[in-house]
């Protein structure tokens, strides 16, 4: 069965850091690619950025680029979402997503 826990979400003013992990089970996790999602108040789902299984490739949605880092530790079954220069419209539930399965979420509240 897989399962995808995430965790590091929280509360933090504007410009600040936080980083979110999502812990895998269940599946192969070395062979496939991660993603991160989130979803704002009110607003549809949408993709963060996305990792290859060795970690060659790193893609990022525009408003992430150059302060959002995705990385993996496939020893840990574990992949990371570094934030940083965080904005009030960063706020939103994040998510983990691998083999077509959806993590619980971790709230990310920006405040200025």
């Known amino acids: 069965q897989v399962q995808l826990v995430e965790s590091g979400g929280g509360l933090v003013q504007a410009g600040g850091s936080l980083e979110l992990s999502c812990v895998a089970s269940?599946?192969?996790?070395?062979?496939?690619?991660l993603n991160w999602y989130r979803q704002a108040p009110g607003k549809e789902r949408e993709w963060v950025a996305a990792i290859t299984p060795a970690s060659e490739t790193r893609n990022y949605a525009h408003f992430a680029q150059g302060r959002f880092t995705i990385s993996r530790n496939n020893d840990r079954k574990t992949v990371y979402l570094q934030m940083t220069s965080l904005k009030v419209e960063d706020t939103a539930v994040y998510y983990c997503?691998?083999?077509?399965?959806w993590g619980q979420g971790t709230q990310v509240t920006v405040s200025s």
């Open positions: 997503y691998a083999k077509g399965t």
């Open positions: 269940g599946f192969n996790f070395n062979v496939y690619s």
